[in-house]
């Protein structure tokens, strides 16, 4: 199984914005150049992240993203299902059918065993992504990462995030 580019673009930023601090907010086209993307690439996957409500976007000159949720209220599983959809990976189309010799329907009462053996295979993928936080990848970027990756990190974020007036949505904090 391969996953667009776009899932881990969406990881990378939604980690990077569990560091904004408070209501504040980072621009879209901060994120795109962190992470050395076209910001109208990037726009396309903050957008799914937003209509998921895992981020939220604030208009205006000083607006820009922020989580919509707390970092430890988000999971891998989350961020891959809004940016991939919520269709299985892979798709049975019963091509065991489609053979030069045609068979009654009726021999086909059992499910396909291959359609049975990938199913199980997606939902045990989407059960390990659902375990992942986006507050443990943050957490052991923190303690594990390289000091001078983490302190640059860190910097940007400083640099680019925008400070906010009150909102009703405030994610908390790590």
Not at 4 to 21: D, F, K, P, R
Not at 63 to 89: F, H
Not at 118 to 147: H, N, Q, T, W
Request: aromatic fraction near 6%; proline fraction near 6%.
């Amino acid at each position: 199984m391969k996953l667009g580019e776009g899932v881990e673009a969406a990881i990378h930023c939604a980690a990077t914005l569990a560091s904004v601090e408070g209501n504040n907010t980072m621009p879209g086209a901060a994120l795109a150049e962190c992470f050395g993307l076209s910001p109208s690439y990037l726009l396309k996957h903050l957008n799914m992240l937003t209509a998921a409500s895992i981020l939220e976007s604030v208009p205006g000159p000083a607006g820009g993203y922020r989580l919509a949720r707390a970092a430890e209220r988000i999971t891998l599983l989350d961020i891959v299902l809004a940016v991939e959809g919520r269709e299985p990976a892979f798709r049975c189309g019963e091509i065991r059918r489609n053979g030069p010799v045609k068979i009654d329907a009726s021999a086909y009462v059992k499910p396909c065993g291959i359609n049975a053996a990938m199913l199980k295979a997606e939902r045990a993928y989407r059960a390990a992504l659902a375990e992942v936080k986006l507050s443990d990848i943050v957490a052991d970027y923190a303690a594990e990462g390289d000091p001078r990756s983490f302190a640059a990190s860190c910097a940007f974020v400083a640099r680019h995030q925008r400070p906010q007036k009150s909102s009703s949505t405030q994610p908390k904090q790590m």
